[in-house]
């Protein structure tokens, strides 16, 4: 027979599994799915929560957090046939713990599954240029798409990101010779394009220094032309004002003797220098004329030299 200790100490021992089965801690970003009988009761969230022993029990624990998951690398064939192999990261987050427990027997899978199967499909509408410019394009599409399937499973997929497009071999050493190419191209553009401007520039600079020229030279010829006629006006008027102030003079009082004595002069002179230029003597066809202007010239002296006497008498 059992003693009262026994009996106390299994009465403890089943109070004790009791209150473990009952009392459940459910830890932050968790959620646990607990079904009754088989079937489903309730989701217990963070914290302590208490269950019916040997009735409820925890059939699924869900983590809510952000999960990424890697999602294998596959072949796809792009529009113009060509092998690209290309694997991703995906990231989803558990929504709805229940339907992620009954939606699907295995979300994670389905998923993974679900993004290769449409990442060979976007690909496939694509040619292979197009598919290293659209990769934002491309992981939206498979984002889009299995967000709409994952709604089911109680999962919300995030983002999806590709992280590594590999061609063959073969279409590699064909991009790089093309990418060569296209610089040496680019290379070649822009060098025609630094000369003809060149060209252009040199034929500009000549231009211009023609023009500068031209226009230099111009108005050194009108200076010049204005200097000249100010010089032609400045002799005429300075030989106006010499004949005038000759016509005055000769209009006083023994003007016109003092220019005949003068133009005497200059003649006698102007033989004597032409007798001078050369070993021939030139004298004048009719000598009569110097002693004619020679006796004008002592007629005009003498006169010149009574007219001072008078005065000098009157005085």
Same mark, same amino acid.
């Given at each position: 027979m059992f003693d009262i200790n026994s009996v106390a100490l299994i009465i403890f021992v089943i109070a004790v599994l009791i209150v473990v089965r009952a009392v459940k801690i459910v830890p932050q970003?968790?959620?646990?799915?607990?079904? @009754? #009988?088989g079937r489903y009761h309730t989701t217990l969230t963070p914290g302590l929560s208490i269950v019916v022993p040997f009735i409820d029990r925890v059939a699924y624990k869900h983590v809510l957090k952000e999960i990424p998951l890697d999602v294998p690398? =596959?072949?796809? /064939?792009?529009? +113009?046939? *060509?092998? #690209?192999?290309? +694997?991703?990261?995906?990231?989803? =987050?558990? *929504? +709805?713990?229940?339907?992620?427990?009954?939606?699907?027997? !295995?979300?994670?899978?389905?998923?993974?599954?679900?993004?290769?199967t449409t990442l060979r499909s976007v690909i496939g509408k694509m040619e292979l240029d197009k598919t290293f410019e659209e990769r934002t394009h491309i992981n939206q599409s498979v984002v889009d798409?299995?967000?709409?399937? $994952? $709604? !089911?499973?109680? %999962?919300? %997929?995030? &983002?999806?990101?590709?992280?590594?497009?590999?061609?063959?071999?073969? /279409?590699?050493?064909?991009?790089?010779?093309?990418?060569?190419?296209? &610089?040496?191209? @680019?290379?070649?553009? $822009?060098?025609?394009?630094?000369?003809?401007?060149? =060209?252009i520039n040199l034929a500009n600079g000549a231009r211009e220094a023609a023009i500068q020229k031209s226009e230099g030279e111009r108005q050194a010829f009108i200076n010049r032309a204005q200097g000249e006629a100010s010089a032609i006006l400045a002799v005429a008027e300075a030989n106006a004002q010499a004949i005038q102030k000759i016509a005055n003079a000769i209009q006083t009082q023994g003007?016109?003797?003092a220019v005949n004595l003068k133009v005497a002069e200059q003649y006698v002179g102007a033989f004597g220098n032409l007798a001078k230029t050369g070993n021939t003597l030139i004298v004048p066809g009719n000598l009569s004329d110097i002693s004619g202007m020679v006796a004008a010239a002592l007629k005009i002296v003498r006169g010149s030299d009574s007219a001072a006497a008078t005065d000098s008498t009157k005085a």
């Amino acid at each position: 027979m059992f003693d009262i200790n026994s009996v106390a100490l299994i009465i403890f021992v089943i109070a004790v599994l009791i209150v473990v089965r009952a009392v459940k801690i459910v830890p932050q970003q968790h959620a646990w799915v607990v079904e @009754r #009988l088989g079937r489903y009761h309730t989701t217990l969230t963070p914290g302590l929560s208490i269950v019916v022993p040997f009735i409820d029990r925890v059939a699924y624990k869900h983590v809510l957090k952000e999960i990424p998951l890697d999602v294998p690398s =596959q072949v796809c /064939i792009t529009k +113009d046939n *060509t092998q #690209l192999q290309v +694997d991703g990261v995906l990231y989803f =987050q558990v *929504t +709805d713990a229940m339907k992620a427990s009954y939606g699907s027997s !295995n979300f994670v899978s389905a998923i993974t599954q679900l993004s290769q199967t449409t990442l060979r499909s976007v690909i496939g509408k694509m040619e292979l240029d197009k598919t290293f410019e659209e990769r934002t394009h491309i992981n939206q599409s498979v984002v889009d798409s299995l967000d709409e399937a $994952a $709604a !089911n499973w109680g %999962v919300k %997929v995030l &983002r999806y990101e590709i992280k590594d497009l590999t061609p063959p071999k073969e /279409i590699l050493h064909a991009m790089q010779a093309q990418i060569t190419a296209e &610089r040496e191209k @680019r290379a070649l553009i $822009a060098s025609s394009e630094g000369k003809r401007q060149e =060209q252009i520039n040199l034929a500009n600079g000549a231009r211009e220094a023609a023009i500068q020229k031209s226009e230099g030279e111009r108005q050194a010829f009108i200076n010049r032309a204005q200097g000249e006629a100010s010089a032609i006006l400045a002799v005429a008027e300075a030989n106006a004002q010499a004949i005038q102030k000759i016509a005055n003079a000769i209009q006083t009082q023994g003007g016109m003797d003092a220019v005949n004595l003068k133009v005497a002069e200059q003649y006698v002179g102007a033989f004597g220098n032409l007798a001078k230029t050369g070993n021939t003597l030139i004298v004048p066809g009719n000598l009569s004329d110097i002693s004619g202007m020679v006796a004008a010239a002592l007629k005009i002296v003498r006169g010149s030299d009574s007219a001072a006497a008078t005065d000098s008498t009157k005085a």
